[in-house]
Nanobody, 115 residues
Framework: VQLQASGGGSVQAGGSLRLSCAASQAFSDIKPMAWYRQTPGTERELVAS???????DYADSVKGRFTIARGSAINSVYLQMNNLQPEDTATYYCRIALNKMIYMWGQGTQVTVSS
């Protein structure tokens, strides 16, 4: 299984980007998925998650600005990021939970926000 993430780029503060992530394998059930981000020298942090029942959760720092939702393809997800700020600059990673113990990560996609 591979996760393909896309949509990163460079924007000015206040701008928007949309990240997309899709699993290369079709599963019979919907898997929990999430977006994390990481900056050099720091630990990867959870940005947003969506469970198998489509319940969502967000880091306090992005609430009201970011939206995670399922894509049209099963086990695909996107992250709509609005009102981006320089502190949102990071490498963003998509993750899928294959079961309660096994996770797969996508390759990172860089988001850079300039002031």
């Amino acid at each position: 299984v591979q996760l393909q993430a896309s949509g990163g780029g460079s924007v000015q503060a206040g701008g928007s980007l949309r990240l997309s992530c899709a699993a290369s394998q079709a599963f019979s059930d919907i898997k929990p998925m999430a977006w994390y981000r990481q900056t050099p020298g720091t630990e990867r942090e959870l940005v947003a998650s969506i469970d198998a029942g489509d319940n969502t959760d967000y880091a306090d720092s992005v609430k009201g600005r970011f939206t995670i939702a399922r894509g049209s393809a099963i086990n695909s997800v996107y992250l709509q990021m609005n009102n981006l700020q320089p502190e949102d600059t990071a490498t963003y990673y998509c993750r899928i939970a294959l079961n309660k113990m096994i996770y797969m990560w996508g390759q990172g996609t860089q988001v850079t926000v300039s002031s």
